[in-house]
């Protein structure tokens, strides 16, 4: 199982750094990130696994919106599933 990260916002040090380690934190591998910077403005994707999740998925998705939030961020979490649901025609 896999999810998609987007983390859209004002750039800043360390924002790759928090995002990456809370999933470390919790068992999620990085498997792919692209990342972009426009002026000041922060673009990034992750593609993570999520099979080995040792909090549930919510619970997992919640704390990385927090994160973001404190960051004064939008970080948003899509379930493959969902994400592949919404963009298949």
């Known amino acids: ?10 750039d800043t040090v360390g924002i790759l ?9 919790h068992n999620a591998n990085v498997m792919d990130v692209t990342q972009t910077i426009m002026q000041d403005l922060f ?3 992750m ?3 999520i099979s080995k ?13 927090k994160a973001g939030s404190e960051m004064g961020l939008q970080v948003h979490v899509m379930h ?6 919404m963009h298949t025609i």
Not at 53 to 65: E, G, M, R, S
């Open 1 to 10: 199982m896999r999810a998609v990260v987007a983390v859209i916002g004002k």
């Open 17 to 25: 750094a928090k995002v990456s380690g809370i999933c470390a934190e």
């Open 43 to 45: 673009a990034m994707t």
């Open 47 to 49: 593609m993570i696994e």
């Open 53 to 65: 999740l040792n909090i549930d998925y919510i619970d997992f998705a919640d704390k990385l919106t």
């Open 80 to 85: 493959e599933d969902i994400f592949n649901a």
